[in-house]
């Protein structure tokens, strides 16, 4: 089996109308990858050497998309479109390359299993020149039926052609299958149009199969591994359902979930054994979270980094580049982006730390800001290890805080501070006794006579 080569050839040229979007329908993302990206990582976990994706005529964001989650995939564009054996014979150049198995499948069932392929292509390697994969949906209404004897698949019987006896079976069409790479193309070329429709049916070659004392059979996905997404309600079912079985998955390994139902997980999350998760926390793309770290409730993480024993949240945002070291702390209402908060260091409220380096112990009061952007560029501020920035002040990019350093509360620094020194960047404080009830009688006044003017003007 590990020595067979395989490939996958992926349907996806079909425009998705009932999506109502101007994005073709595989490209709309499941955990933030677009549906076809979750069926190529399915086949490329099965053993597929080979991915050939099928896109329809001009689908020129297809191809773009393609070169990103699947680099070495062959596309090939079906002109028009005749039924399901015509696009897959689109894939006639990748097919006559010889390999062992070919497996078909959809680019709109993202929550397609390695774990089913892989059984199919074991029928492969037994001896089947066919292996249908079927599901059995809490409603068969509307799907081929997969009639069996003895064991084998003679026919997928559309349910308006079925008896009343075979709409009683349970065991449908999911659309994939697994084909012999000997058989294949012998196979898709008897394929006809002699139907109401006039197109190819790639079911059709089953009864060839048979036909022809080639074997034939079906295997079994379960019904959500088969689930097939055509409109916006759907992509939402299936998201459900991929967040339920990862979830499920990170918590089996160790991770605690307070509330699971509540954390959301990108495709490509990485998460500690140990951690804990409080609720409603999102997780987006390129998140690294090592062992026995704690993220709050209601924090957003996305593209970070996030070491052992850090302390997360609640209400914490951390954005693209943010590098949290060790015992790390970024606490409630903290935006980090593109920055490296090192050991021990904390960011505990109220701040933003944008194009920045906190140094290791360093503690960084509330209402903190680094001033990185000019409007045109980009600047940045490096804070030395164990500095102490007081509340309320403002880092102007680009900036060096020493060692040590100490920022008194309310400052604006626009010039470097070094090891161990004091910076004050604020005006002297000016007192004048008396001066707050005179003001506050002014004010009143005012306010006073503005109310008896507006009630004159009715």
Request: aromatic share 6%; with cysteine.
């Amino acid at each position: 089996m590990n020595q067979r080569t395989c490939l996958s050839v992926i349907l996806a040229a079909g425009e998705g109308t009932r999506m109502k979007s101007a994005l073709p329908k595989v490209l709309h993302q499941i955990a933030g990858l677009p549906m076809v990206s979750h069926v190529v990582k399915a086949a490329e976990a099965a053993g597929a050497t080979g991915v050939a994706l099928v896109i329809g005529h001009g689908s020129d964001e297809m191809r773009k998309a393609a070169a990103k989650f699947a680099p070495e995939a062959e596309t090939f564009v079906q002109e028009k479109r005749l039924g399901t054996a015509h696009a897959v014979i689109a894939a006639r150049a990748a097919i006559s390359k010889g390999y062992d198995d070919v497996l078909v499948m959809f680019g709109d069932t993202p929550l397609i299993d390695a774990d089913t392929l892989t059984v199919a292509r074991l029928r492969l390697a037994e001896g089947a020149a066919v292996v249908v994969i079927g599901f059995r949906p809490p409603n068969p209404t509307g799907y081929g039926r997969l009639i069996e004897k003895g064991g084998k698949l003679i026919a997928i019987r559309e349910e308006k052609d079925c008896s009343e006896e075979e709409r009683k079976i349970g065991f449908c069409n999911a659309g994939m299958m697994a084909v012999a790479g000997a058989h294949a193309l012998k196979l898709l070329d008897a394929v006809d149009n002699k139907n109401a429709k006039g197109e190819y049916y790639l079911t059709d070659i089953v009864e060839i199969a048979g036909a022809q004392g080639l074997d034939v059979v079906a295997t079994e996905a379960s019904f959500e591994s088969a689930l097939g997404i055509n409109n916006r309600a759907e992509l939402a079912q299936a998201e459900a359902i991929w967040q339920q079985r990862r979830r499920h998955e990170a918590m089996l390994s160790g991770v605690t979930l307070i509330a699971p139902e509540t954390v959301y997980f990108s495709h490509d999350t990485e998460i500690g054994a140990d951690t804990i998760v409080e609720p409603n926390v999102w997780f987006g793309p390129g998140v690294m979270v090592a062992s026995g770290a704690k993220i709050h409730a209601f924090s957003h993480i996305e593209g970070a980094t996030i070491a052992s024993n850090c302390d997360v949240g609640p209400f914490a945002r951390l954005r693209p580049g943010a590098d949290l070291r060790n015992k790390a702390k970024v606490g409630n209402f903290c935006e980090v982006k593109q920055a490296v908060i090192e050991e021990g260091a904390k960011v505990n409220h109220l701040t933003y730390i944008g194009d920045a380096r906190v140094g290791a112990g360093a503690n960084i009061g509330a209402g903190t800001i680094t001033c990185n952007y000019d409007g045109y560029s980009k600047f940045f501020t490096d804070i030395g290890e164990g500095a102490f920035i007081g509340s309320n002040s403002s880092l102007v990019a680009p900036v060096t805080i020493g060692n040590g350093g100490y920022i008194a509360s309310g400052s604006v620094i626009t010039e470097s501070v070094p090891d161990d020194a004091l910076a004050f960047g604020r005006a002297r404080q000016k007192t004048i006794p008396g001066k707050g009830k005179e003001l506050r009688e002014r004010f009143a006044s005012a306010a006073a006579a503005k109310k008896k003017a507006a009630g004159a003007d009715h």
